[in-house]
């Protein structure tokens, strides 16, 4: 199986922040948040086929396109709830 979400986890300390970003963590983000406009980010993620984790898949793009540019600020909520007993994906990345 290619793990790609969690490709890194078997580096040692990569849940420590210097150690993830000499693996070049936050450069994706750090590129859409200094070098791209917002329809650009929403535009690349539709084109990557992205789905949400909720059991409908709904494609994350889509759900961007949904919020207004002009109304700032915007904000993330992360709902970190597996509601799969002995599932725990959810907490493993919010932790790392």
Do not use: C
């Not at 396109?65 to 990345?93: L, Q």
Request: zero cysteines.
């Amino acid at each position: 199986m290619a793990h790609i979400l969690l490709r890194h986890r078997e580096i040692p300390n990569i849940n420590r922040i210097d150690v993830y970003k000499k693996h070049g963590g936050f450069e994706a983000f750090k590129k859409a948040v200094t070098k791209m406009k917002p329809q650009e980010v929403t535009d690349m993620v539709k084109a990557s086929g992205l789905r949400g984790r909720g059991g409908a898949g709904f494609p994350a793009g889509v759900k961007w396109s949904f919020i207004p540019n002009n109304i700032w600020p915007h904000y993330v909520v992360a709902n970190a709830d597996e509601s799969e007993p002995g599932t725990f994906k959810d907490r493993e990345i919010m932790e790392s």
